[in-house]
């Protein structure tokens, strides 16, 4: 008796834990899908900063690093949104969840442009730092796999065709 409760608890272990693979998986396909999807447009709606003459000056400086240097500019938005983040959390713990939500939100949006623009003008230096090309390289095979996985689940093949047949309706609705 005691052998299949033992066997019962390791069954069920193994299926709370399959279960927790699947979501932490499946959340962090959200995260990429969004990075994914904001990263270029993102980047592109930062370009603007180039036509002000200190600011090409500064991507003309940045572009120029040593690695180290480029990690260090790299991880400064991270530091620099820690307080946005806290904010967001207070106003959430003061029961202004919405105010906190769009907080977050929008210091999101504005983290990955920033962080998009650093990381274009960064990159060559830092591939230059043999552990972070293997990283690179294994994250972006790893990334390539699980969006190549969500793109051919039912709810993104179902989502993209709707998609496709809005975009369809609407071009002849205004025509």
Known sequence: MRSQSIQAALHLLRAV????RHLAVGLL???????????????????????????????AATAQLPPGAA??????PTLGLL?????????????????GLV??????????????????????????????AAGYRRWYAWKESVLAWVRASWAWRTGRAVKI???????????
């Open 71 to 76: 990690l260090t500019v790299l991880l400064l």
């Open 17 to 20: 834990s399959r279960g927790l």
């Open 103 to 132: 907080v977050i939100v929008v210091a999101k949006l504005f983290g990955t442009a920033v962080l998009a623009w650093l990381f274009a003008l960064t990159q060559p230096a830092l591939m230059r730092m043999p552990w972070f």
């Open 29 to 59: 396909a959200l995260v990429i899908l969004f990075e994914e999807w904001g990263w270029e447009p993102l980047q592109r709606a930062l370009r603007w900063l180039s036509r002000i003459p200190v600011m090409r000056q500064i991507e």
């Open 83 to 99: 307080p946005v983040k806290l904010l967001a959390l207070w106003l959430i713990g003061t029961g202004q969840g919405l105010a």
């Open 165 to 175: 047949a809005v975009k369809r309706s609407l071009r002849r609705w205004v025509r």
